[in-house]
């Protein structure tokens, strides 16, 4: 049995985050609930959601951010959207949680009941002067209970060991204002595993990881791909995105190309695509 929800058009109703929110009203579950393979990932346990976008459009004023944009994402693939700044990756996935109206459709296509979104943002702004650790950031992200009242003991092993994963079980007392750019990003990586996602939506998480953030992003990304996991990652790395993408969609207003990373990342189409005014659609 498959459910499937729509994310209305014409709407500034935060469906997409009323999906995401499903993660403070369900129970805490372990990132240890499945067997790891010989291998060290995890099996092919359930797929999440296929995403269906349908001649998604977008105006601001008078400014057209989006122009029937139609692709989908398949089930449990891990699913690469490239293209120039301001070509509207950022505004397609705000549509996807429900953030910014839209023209068109968008639909997700659940396997079973639907499930819980991810979502892991480029950067985190916030005061960094405010006395606030690695410990209380995950509490405050992943928790109802209040920060300031210490980790609940439901969520405190879960929370453990996707700082585990990331490479910053050592530095949960540091504050987030003292952390590297690269540090941060980790935590936002693991605030993303709780609870565990069906779809996980990546805006450009690679930004600001050194090389050894770098290979735990690359090993997450075939963890989440042996889960069966939907991943949608929007990323400016294109040999990244040949190396470990299923899929690919260049986006500058409108779908240029939608193929394999071998058909897409050609010189032609990447001139298209990171032209100022797209000549044709591939």
Request: charged share 20%; aromatic share 4%; glycine share 10%.
């Amino acid at each position: 049995m498959t459910s499937k929800e729509t994310i209305p058009a014409d709407t500034e109703s935060p469906v997409g985050a009323s999906l995401l929110a499903k993660a403070f009203s369900q129970p805490p579950s372990s990132l240890n609930d499945a067997p790891l393979s010989p291998a060290g990932s995890r099996p092919h346990l359930s797929l999440g959601p296929t995403l269906d976008f349908s001649e998604v459009s977008l105006t601001l004023g008078r400014t057209t951010i989006l122009d029937k944009v139609t692709f989908e994402v398949r089930p449990g693939s891990v699913h690469a959207l490239v293209g120039p700044n301001g070509g509207g990756k950022s505004s397609l996935i705000k549509t996807l949680l429900g953030q910014m109206p839209h023209q068109g459709r968008l639909s997700l296509q659940w396997p079973g009941e639907p499930g819980i979104i991810g979502y892991v943002p480029q950067a985190l702004e916030f005061d960094r002067g405010l006395p606030m650790t690695v410990d209380d950031f995950m509490a405050a992200m992943c928790q109802r209970r209040p920060a300031f009242l210490g980790l609940s003991k439901h969520y405190a092993a879960a929370i453990g060991e996707a700082l585990e994963r990331v490479g910053m079980q050592d530095k949960r007392k540091r504050r987030m204002g003292a952390l590297s750019g690269g540090e941060r990003q980790r935590v936002l990586l693991a605030q993303g595993l709780i609870p565990a996602p069906q779809l996980l939506v990546l805006d450009e998480p690679m930004s600001a990881l050194d090389e050894a953030g770098i290979q735990v992003f690359e090993r997450l990304l075939g963890d989440w791909r042996a889960a069966g996991i939907t991943v949608l990652w929007i990323e400016h790395d294109l040999e990244a995105v040949g190396r470990l993408a299923d899929h690919v969609t260049g986006l500058n207003r409108r779908v240029l190309f939608d193929a394999s990373p071998k058909l897409a990342l050609t010189p032609d189409r990447l001139l298209t695509l990171f032209s100022t005014h797209p000549r044709s659609a591939a």
